[in-house]
């Protein structure tokens, strides 16, 4: 079996190395028709859009991104995107925030950071501060040109954005339990399906399988991910037909089987739908 290497966001993709846990990803929209799958991290992500217009849902709430707006996601939060004009370029930086402090007796890890990974902090999603913005494009070039030294500058970049962050914006919050017990309930049937896509999937066996009622499941979807299980479940195989077009030597009817589909045309015709070309179109553009 032939294999190619071509790199796909995926919610487990290590961000970075171990000893600098920070990774810059381009052209976020590239590889999936303008789409951003939902999908989390542990890491804390800050987006860009450079050229164009994005929109984004983090854990169930909306945020059209204009050109040179950004948009902070906390570690932990679902969130998906996708390109509202095409040809739109946005950036993720991606990062693990253990960065910016250490193991030891540290202040700042305790007055800070651990309350903003546990969501004690909010931060505003509308944040127009032009040395903020100046910031992320920084941290972008630099990363871009990794010259001597480019991991110091990066993370006095980081702390310059979190210094104004905590100083002008961030306000303490009471946690919203019922919020994070509704992220947490989305989380398990997403494990579920990403490692159940390749079998035959239904509202039942969903439901059955978190002790959840249909009913109940499919609002919480359309409430956090503004889409339907089924829609959701098809993402993830094309998704996984994509790596496996890009990445093998594959049939398209094996991969279709590969994937969960049980009908070849079903497959094409879904495929089709979210990536406006077929399977064999699709596997040439990318070879």
């Known amino acids: 079996m032939r294999v190619r290497k071509k790199e796909l966001i995926e ?10 846990p920070l990774f810059v990803h381009e052209d976020i929209f590239v590889y999936r028709n303008g789409v951003v799958n939902p999908h989390w991290h542990n890491e804390f992500e800050i987006l860009y859009m450079e050229r164009g217009i994005g929109k984004f849902y983090v854990d169930g709430y909306e ?3 204009n050109e040179g707006e950004y948009l902070f996601v906390n570690s932990g939060s679902i969130h998906s995107g996708l390109e509202m ?4 370029i946005g950036y993720a930086i991606v990062f693990d925030l253990r960065l910016l402090y250490s193991e030891e007796p540290d202040y700042c890890k305790h007055e800070y950071f651990l309350p903003l990974i546990n969501k004690r ?7 127009n501060d032009e040395h903020i913005r100046n910031d992320i494009c920084r941290i972008i070039e630099v990363f871009k040109e990794k010259s001597y030294g480019y991991e110091l500058y990066i993370k006095s970049l980081l702390f310059d954005i979190f210094w104004r962050v905590f100083k002008y914006y961030a306000e303490r919050r009471d946690q919203n339990g019922r919020i994070g017990y509704k992220i947490e309930r989305i989380k398990d049937v997403l494990n579920y399906i990403n490692q ?12 059955r399988q978190v002790d959840m009622s249909k009913f ?15 829609e959701y479940i098809n993402k993830v195989r094309v998704d996984k037909a994509m790596e496996l077009l890009i990445n093998t030597d594959m ?3 094996e991969i279709a089987f590969e994937c969960g589909f049980d009908n070849i045309s079903y497959f094409i015709k879904v495929f089709k739908k979210y990536m406006h070309t077929t399977p064999l179109k699709f596997r040439k553009q990318n070879f």
């Open 11 to 20: 919610s487990d993709v290590s961000h970075g190395t171990p000893d600098f």
């Open 196 to 207: 159940n896509y390749n079998k035959n999937l239904s509202l039942d066996e969903l439901s």
């Open 121 to 127: 902090y909010h931060i505003p999603s509308n944040l």
């Open 251 to 253: 049939s398209v009817s």
């Open 63 to 65: 945020y059209k991104l």
């Open 85 to 88: 004009i095409k040809r739109s």
């Open 216 to 230: 109940y499941l499919c609002r919480l979807f359309k409430e956090s991910l503004r889409m339907s299980p089924v």
